[in-house]
């Protein structure tokens, strides 16, 4: 068992490292040039955020293997010598909420603070409105938690008269389980509908916030985790049927780009027209909705370029760039088939084992059961690979559903073009999500994450919320999650294997 123990802590360290070394490399790649050498705090915060999100997901299975490491000790205090995971969860939930209420709506804030003022007046600046957002915030929620900040948990009253010690047993059975059955109902397989009631307690302020974000989450989760489950998988695939077969000719080159630059123009005359209008003090909604076409124009016009320079190669060595790129597709194509199997694995399995009642079979559970038995960590490890997968879905659902989504702007991430304030904005999206996908996870593989400290965490609070419990017993979000996959998957097989044509000329709103 120690040396359980040793490796435990071993593989979640160097997993810690891992994890902070590629948010470090994605921040590099991802970062615009503009931000270069410059605004460090909020690459901070988006380091930070980013590897919280994932040692959270990675920690539902650490806590498995944690169990796990306990599970065969000779003497009561052997389970002290693993790691105490309820404090570390504690710990991540606290930082989570930090980063999401308070830290990156002052990043964000700051960054997008006036550039002329000094350092001290942005930080001023971003206070106040950071102070304005957590007034409101907190006001919201103590009225919520003063109104329906409660839980009704179902019980069943049992009970039983006492007796002397009998000197034999035969005069009770099944049928008569209770001393004076005919007054009393001790069995709770056997009591009538009436023994039921219900035990109304006030939740904790902190668990209620918990669960509040856990619920918005879950929104989110439903929606951005739904799309992406299926277009993370068939992005990759229909990428590589859509590729480009051959490089194209000098002169249909010179053609393509002759058309490029003179939308480049077009576009760099709407954005000067556009910054006269600003400083004429109109930005009413006409204004708004064209900055939002330049903007959509201006990301068309990125994306064909790259298009073009990716079928016609220059330089010495194009043959060499573009056998690279073949492999490249060649690469989607595979990670896209093996990324299917796994979306097609999960979404059976939450029809089988969360919406059919009772459940069909614990499916996935079975499956990493199967693997611990094979090898100590092996099951563990495909546990955290689905896990991940399902935060991997999430982000592939946000970036695919466009600018706009209801009330939220979804700021895009580009590599080599991504803002600070967007890479923030992006970060407190998955930090916000991650929360659901655990609680997602843990519900997912009761079976198999039974006895963890996560499962005591979240315990039947959550599910026993007054006003909130509903979308839990009636598997609201677990529904919406399988009907978007469902419709995601009908409209990549109708339009998914279409190539995107590109606009050439566009005009603005007047």
Not at 63 to 73: E, F, P, S
Request: aromatic share 12%.
């Amino acid at each position: 068992m120690g040396d359980f123990n040793l490796a435990l802590v071993i593989v979640a360290v160097v997993v810690c490292v891992i994890v902070f070394l590629v948010n470090v490399y994605l921040l590099v790649n991802y970062q615009h040039p503009d931000d270069a050498n410059q605004a460090y705090f909020p690459k901070f915060v988006v380091v930070l955020g980013l590897s919280v999100a994932a040692i959270s997901i990675l920690m539902l299975p650490a806590d498995v293997a944690n169990r796990q490491a306990c599970r065969q000790a000779i003497y009561n205090g052997a389970c002290n010598l693993t790691l105490p995971m309820k404090d570390l969860w504690l710990a991540v939930y606290i930082l989570d909420a930090l980063l999401v209420f308070f830290v990156i709506p002052f990043s964000m804030f700051y960054y997008e603070g006036d550039q002329d003022k000094s350092v001290g007046k942005r930080i001023k600046s971003a206070l106040l409105w950071m102070v304005t957002t957590a007034i409101v915030c907190a006001l919201l929620l103590g009225i919520l938690y003063g109104l329906v900040g409660k839980v009704d948990f179902t019980v069943r009253h049992l009970s039983s008269s006492t007796t002397s010690f009998p000197s034999t047993w035969t005069t009770y059975s099944s049928s008569e389980q209770c001393i004076g059955s005919g007054v009393h109902q001790c069995s709770a397989y056997t009591a009538s509908p009436s023994s039921e009631k219900t035990w109304t307690m006030r939740t904790t302020f902190p668990e209620y916030v918990v669960a509040l974000a856990t619920i918005v989450g879950s929104v989110l989760f439903a929606i951005f985790g739904g799309v992406g489950i299926a277009c993370l998988p068939l992005g990759l695939i229909f990428s590589f049927i859509r590729r480009p077969k051959a490089v194209i000719t000098r002169s249909q080159y010179i053609k393509e780009a002759t058309e490029l630059g003179k939308k480049a123009r077009e576009l760099k005359k709407a954005a000067e027209a556009l910054r006269q209008e600003e400083k004429s003090g109109s930005k009413g909604r006409k204004f708004r909705k064209n900055v939002k076409e330049v903007e959509k124009e201006l990301f068309q016009l990125e994306e064909d370029v790259k298009l073009l320079e990716e079928i016609y190669p220059q330089g010495e060595k194009a043959e060499t760039t573009w056998a690279l790129t073949v492999l490249g597709y060649l690469a989607k194509l595979v990670l896209g088939i093996l990324g299917l199997i796994v979306s097609v694995a999960w979404v059976a399995h939450i029809i089988i084992y969360l919406l059919i009642d009772p459940p069909l079979s614990s499916f996935l559970n079975e499956v990493f059961i199967k693997l611990d038995d094979v090898w100590g960590l092996l099951g563990t490890a495909a546990f955290a690979f689905f896990c991940f997968y399902l935060l991997l879905a999430v982000i592939a659902g946000a970036m695919m559903l466009g600018l706009r989504l209801v009330f939220i702007t979804i700021h895009p991430m580009k590599w080599g073009a991504t803002l600070m304030n967007s890479f923030l904005f992006n970060v407190g999206l998955i930090l916000l999500c991650s929360i659901s996908v655990i609680q997602f996870c843990s519900t997912a593989f009761a079976y198999y994450a039974q006895a963890t400290a996560a499962q005591e965490i979240f315990g039947h609070t959550l599910e026993s919320l007054r006003g909130i419990k509903y979308l839990y017993k009636y598997n609201v979000f677990q529904i919406a999650f399988v009907v978007l996959a469902g419709l995601t998957f009908v409209y990549y097989a109708a339009f998914g294997w279409r190539r995107k044509k590109p606009t050439n000329r566009f005009q603005l709103s007047t």
